[in-house]
């Protein structure tokens, strides 16, 4: 995201310098869009990651998921 900002960012400075006014002001219209959406997303990323509803539950020891899958080709034949 912060080089997304940046080309646009870029692209304002040049429509500036090139006298473009219109895509200048698009592009900083883009920037603050950019902007605003990457904060509102990381707010929402704090929030998912926060509810204890979305934890991950812990699966079953190494051993235990062994013993459970232990089949005959794991097991030595002679």
């Known amino acids: 995201m912060r080089l997304l900002l940046l080309v646009f960012l870029g692209m304002f400075i040049y429509g500036l310098w090139a006298g473009m006014y219109g895509g200048a002001i ?4 883009m920037l603050v869009f950019i902007w605003l959406g990457e904060r509102r997303f990381a707010a929402q990323d704090r ?25 005959e080709c794991m097991r030595s034949r002679f």
């Open 26 to 29: 698009i592009s900083l219209g």
């Open 47 to 71: 929030a998912y990651a926060a509810d204890p509803r979305n934890a991950k539950p812990l699966g079953p020891s190494t051993d235990d998921a062994l013993a459970e899958h232990d089949c």
